[in-house]
């Protein structure tokens, strides 16, 4: 018995001895992951070494004449507490302040109180948009006043005192736009985007989102190394230094004095017709380097105001229309190359009224009983294109086209490239619907599209990409360029591109063109005015559109664009009344800035765009403060035009049938009852 009590109390004395044993193990753990954690974590000691930060920035954009359009520099804030100002010097702190900063007294004020009107004793940011400048002579002022006695230290609840100042803080990256609107909406605009604590403008639309990837800050510099008793870094052999990588530059082929000039110059062509839009382009036809790309709808990027949503989108490759007739020298130039037509074949067009159903009418503004496949161009006849459309197949008609460009993105390098739509190929093999396209209806194009097709016109038949941007360049100076997402394309034969060009050279000497003529240039276009469809009907609302080019003895070729949209002054939606004057001022800039050398010396520009304004009541005098708005002579410093003597009244024509050379046939009977049950698209 006593055996049995010896050996229960050895195993109580064991049982003891593990269990404090496990509970010694256990606490030797507890302090080991303690003195573990406090090694491993941060206990916020001052540290050893010191790091400067040096953050890189987004890339500029320059214009082709050096000036810079869009600019980025760092921002600051500026913070103080509001315990450590003494209330006796508040006063001259906030004014000292509001001086170096530009930001109002009153406003500096208020940030010093609470929603209930209560003095704030933490933090207050004074400000977190304070460029460059200004934050560095606010650092100036903050040691100043310190000097000055203008802070008075804490406690906190650790008993430490500590004194706080006016604290400058760089917290992001600005965007800027130096010229405001100008390039608008072809630059695009930014955003801001927290990077941490840190923020960065980011594109949104425009050349700043096209070129997102390349113009983007790349990588942070710093400086690194031990630290002396006031937190500077010492430059030793053990200092680290990291090169900071700023975004590329963006190189434009757009000269800023041309695209300026072009932009008053429609600004003022706008208003005189009442337009809602003018969309322009001028590139150089060889090589698609686009010397200016402007609209009418602008805005300054930097203060974007709800009334400018609208502006934001630039309308060059994402606004889609039904082009109407300058489609024509395009459904011409797909017959001539597949040799169905030569500029020569007469058609009889009917005396400009061509029935193809019970309802269905194709019409004419100018009658004539026949004409050539040329003059068809000249006097914008769609019943005779459509006779043109009809000799090619629906599948050689579409292919033309696209060869062309259409229904595909033009390539210009804007944030975004709608393709636009042509008919499937089912509806382009009925003759209704290839008529219907063969004079730009049934169909969506972008200007940007129409602008690179025309060019293949002056070109021998290669359509150009239009590029906006030059190059990239890097800090170190390199320059780098990317090929364009579209690439040029072989519209057209060189035979056939040729007779284009000569019957659009036509178009200007006799048709819808005339006001475009130079003497001493080549120039060439084609009108065109669209009715504007509108819940599935047509409106009286139009495009007004003219493309062509501008060429002199010297080498020199542009293509040019101008499209109108709804213009509403009486009869200013002809085409030839809106888009083919502002042709013409376009290539008067041209001139005049040297771009263009006609032969026989420069003429006289047109005279000031005339811009009615309404008349007051009561014969009222205008506020003396209105502003005058300025004549082009005023903003170009153009010479005014001759005085012309007044031409006699034209003679009415005769309308003759001439003899045709090869003369056609006409659509069959059975052809004729064929179209009576096509889908009506007139």
Aim: hydrophobic letters at 35%; charged letters at 30%.
């Amino acid at each position: 018995m006593n055996k049995n009590r010896e050996n229960l109390a050895l195993h109580q004395r064991k049982n003891k001895i593990s269990f404090l044993f496990i509970l010694l193990v256990i606490a030797m753990a507890i302090f080991l992951a303690s003195v573990l954690r406090t090694i491993l974590s941060d206990r916020r000691i001052p540290s050893q070494n010191s790091v400067i930060h040096d953050r890189s920035l987004r890339g500029n954009i320059i214009s082709a004449d050096d000036y810079t359009l869009s600019r980025s520099q760092k921002t600051y804030q500026a913070v103080i507490r509001g315990a450590s100002i003494d209330p006796k010097k508040r006063e001259a702190f906030v004014r000292l302040f509001s001086i170096y900063s530009g930001i109002p007294e009153e406003e500096v004020l208020k940030k010093f109180k609470d929603k209930k009107g209560r003095d704030i004793k933490g933090n207050i940011v004074l400000s977190r948009n304070i460029t460059f400048k200004p934050a560095m002579q606010l650092k100036e002022l903050a040691y100043k006043l310190r000097r000055l006695g203008a802070f008075k230290s804490i406690k906190t609840k650790s008993g430490i005192e500590v004194l706080y100042g006016l604290d400058i803080i760089e917290n992001g990256e600005s965007r800027e736009f130096p010229l405001a609107d100008v390039l608008s909406p072809v630059l695009g605009y930014v955003r801001k985007k927290d990077v941490g604590r840190y923020t960065r403008p980011v594109g949104i639309k425009g050349l700043e989102r096209k070129y997102e990837k390349y113009i983007t800050s790349k990588k942070d510099g710093y400086f690194k190394g031990k630290r002396d008793v006031v937190a500077s870094v010492i430059h030793d052999k053990n200092s680290i230094k990291s090169e900071r990588v700023d975004g590329l530059d963006l190189h434009l082929n757009i000269p800023l004095a041309f695209q300026r000039r072009v932009e008053l110059m429609i600004d003022k062509m706008k208003e005189s017709i009442d337009a809602d839009e003018i969309l322009v382009g001028v590139m150089e036809s060889s090589t698609g380097k686009v010397l200016a790309l402007a609209s009418t709808e602008r805005y300054d990027p930097e203060h974007i105001r709800n009334k400018d949503v609208p502006k934001l989108d630039p309308k060059f490759s994402e606004y889609a229309y039904e082009p109407g007739s300058v489609i024509k020298p395009l459904s011409l130039a797909v017959a001539l190359d597949h040799r169905v037509v030569t500029p020569d074949t007469w058609f009889n067009t009917h005396n400009g009224r061509l029935q193809i159903g019970k309802r269905r009418w194709i019409s004419d503004d100018e009658k004539f009983d026949a004409l050539t496949a040329t003059d068809i161009i000249v006097h914008s006849s769609n019943v005779g294109i459509s006779q043109i459309a009809w000799r090619l197949t629906g599948q050689e008609f579409r292919d033309g086209l696209i060869k062309f460009g259409l229904s595909r993105p033009s390539g210009l390098d804007l944030s975004r490239d709608v393709p636009g739509k042509i008919k499937p190929l089912r509806l382009l093999n009925n003759n209704m619907h290839r008529a219907n396209s063969s004079y730009g209806y049934g169909m969506l194009v972008t200007f940007a599209q129409l602008f690179k097709a025309y060019s293949a016109f002056n070109n021998n038949g290669i359509a150009v990409t239009p590029r906006i941007v030059d190059y990239l360049e890097d800090a170190k100076g390199s320059h780098y360029t990317l090929d364009p997402s579209v690439g040029d394309l072989h519209a057209v034969g060189k035979k056939a591109a040729g007779q284009i060009h000569n019957i659009l050279l036509e178009v200007v000497k006799r048709g819808t063109g005339v006001k475009a003529q130079y003497p001493g240039l080549e120039i060439g276009g084609k009108t065109g005015t669209a009715h504007i469809a509108r819940h599935g009907h047509y409106v009286r609302e139009y495009h007004s559109s003219f493309y062509g080019f501008a060429n002199d003895k010297k080498g020199h070729k542009y293509t040019i664009g101008v499209l109108v949209i709804k213009a509403k002054k009486y009869h200013k939606y002809f085409a030839s009344q809106s888009a083919v004057p502002t042709f013409r001022r376009i290539v008067d800039i041209l001139v005049e800035l040297d771009y263009l050398k006609p032969e026989g010396g420069i003429l006289d520009s047109l005279a000031p765009i005339k811009i009615e304004k309404p008349k007051e009541e009561n014969n009222t005098v205008s506020n003396s403060d209105e502003r005058k708005t300025p004549s082009i002579n005023d903003l170009f410093k153009l010479k005014p035009k001759a005085k012309k003597k007044p031409k006699t009244a034209a003679k009415p024509k005769v309308k003759k049938k001439p003899k045709p050379k090869s003369p056609t046939k006409r659509p069959a009977k059975k052809e004729i009852i064929q179209e009576m049950s096509a889908e009506d698209l007139f």
